[in-house]
């Protein structure tokens, strides 16, 4: 059974930082690209960061490039999001996504977890 689990979603203030951790289960982790999306109330989902299933070149939207930072451990079939200078704009569900034999880019996607709230107060 395929799963993706993410948890580390919080209340946040302004400037602070979070990271978000998604572990796998299922599925070849190593095989598959990974990538972070997000849904604000009332906006479509988007792409946040993403990272190919070989690893090497990440890929951001333009609004978290240089404050969030997505990496991979194979041996735990986990992705992070680091989330650094947290933005009342940032605040929305995060999602984690898989993608076989992905390039890390913005989709499309094979497998979705149930998301984690993140909050960020100004």
């Known amino acids: 059974q395929v799963q993706l689990v993410e948890s580390g979603g919080r209340l946040v203030q302004a400037g602070g930082s979070l990271r978000l951790s998604c572990v796998a289960s299922?599925?070849?982790?190593?095989?598959?690209?990974m990538g972070w999306f997000r849904q604000a109330p009332g906006k479509e989902r988007e792409f946040v960061a993403g990272?190919?299933?070989?690893?090497?070149?990440?890929y951001y939207t333009d609004s978290v490039q240089g404050r969030f930072s997505i990496s991979r451990d194979n041996a735990e079939n986990t992705v992070y999001l680091q989330m650094n200078s947290l933005k009342p704009g940032d605040t929305a569900v995060y999602y984690c996504?898989?993608?076989?034999?992905?390039?890390?880019?913005?989709?499309?996607?094979?497998?979705w977890g149930q998301g984690t709230q993140v909050t960020v107060s100004s």
């Open positions: 996504a898989a993608a076989l034999y992905g390039a890390g880019t913005k989709g499309p996607y094979d497998y």
């Open positions: 299922g599925f070849s982790f190593s095989s598959y690209a």
């Open positions: 990272i190919p299933w070989r690893g090497g070149s990440t």
